[in-house]
């Protein structure tokens, strides 16, 4: 998987999340465990609506999380992101989530978190 440049940074004290970006980590471990899958993701848009997916690893077809979580959100039309979290047993963001994110918000937080939902950093560039 490759690996962001904008990594996050661990750190040794609990990182505090707004209740809406906390939600977006529930949402993505929720993602993640209904099928086992490596990663779990959530987005929020412009208007509040959630979505969230887990990574697909198909033979014809592979996405991280992170990105059908935001293509979900664009096929239902969504313009912006404010925020996006992913789960994963990594300890950086892809470089494919990340960009999918960017092409919708240049400036939205992505959290990283552990898949017991502790949150590893949040990339913010």
Do not use: C, F, N, W
Request: proline letters at 6%; a negative charge; aromatic letters at 0%.
């Amino acid at each position: 998987m490759p690996e962001s440049p904008a990594a996050p940074t661990a750190s040794s004290t609990p990182v505090e999340l707004s209740a809406e970006d906390a939600k977006l980590v529930v949402l993505a471990r929720g993602a993640r465990g209904r099928v086992g899958a490596v990663e779990g993701a959530a987005v929020r848009d412009q208007d509040g609506r959630t979505y969230a997916a887990a990574s697909v690893s198909l033979p014809s077809l592979a996405l991280t999380a992170l990105q059908l979580a935001v293509a979900s959100a664009a096929a239902a039309g969504a313009t912006r992101l404010e925020a996006a979290a992913v789960v994963t047993e990594a300890s950086t963001l892809d470089g494919a989530g990340h960009a999918a994110v960017r092409d919708l918000a240049t400036d939205a937080p992505i959290h990283v978190a552990a898949p017991d939902g502790t949150v590893l950093g949040t990339v913010v560039e």
